[in-house]
């Protein structure tokens, strides 16, 4: 039977009141406590993740995919009003609906490569 990893080492720092409070803030957010949370995003930082910290990558998510949908959508009807063709109704709910099922994958990839043009 294999053991499990046990967890017998520890790491402590000193932060200000304000930071303690903010720390506090973000693990509560999170459903975790300070010190499960702060475990959480120190080895994610190591592993390459540094999304865990503050859900920032999360959001950074969301917005990312509004902004990639929008795009999407205001080049397709420029370019159809550029080449002076008219757009239905029907075009346009087509438009939108093609943009938001696109719109989470595109924004990963997005964001993928410009955290991967950081350590460029």
């Known amino acids: 039977m294999v ?10 720092t000193k932060v200000s009141v304000e930071e303690f409070a903010r ?7 999170a459903s975790k406590t ?18 865990k910290l503050n859900g920032t990558r999360g959001e950074a998510h969301a917005v990312m995919a509004e902004v990639v949908a929008l795009r999407a959508i205001l080049l397709n009807v420029l370019f159809k009003q550029a080449k002076g063709e008219p757009l239905t109704a029907e075009e346009m709910q087509r ?26």
């Open 3 to 12: 053991k499990p990893n046990l967890r017998t080492k520890s790491i402590g």
């Open 23 to 29: 720390l506090e803030q973000i693990a509560q957010k």
């Open 34 to 51: 300070l010190g499960e949370w702060c475990r959480e995003v120190m080895l994610a930082s190591t592993n390459g993740q540094p999304e």
């Open 95 to 120: 438009l939108i609906d093609r943009a938001d099922s696109e719109k989470l994958k595109k924004a990963r990839e997005r964001l993928d490569q410009a955290s991967g043009s950081k350590g460029s």
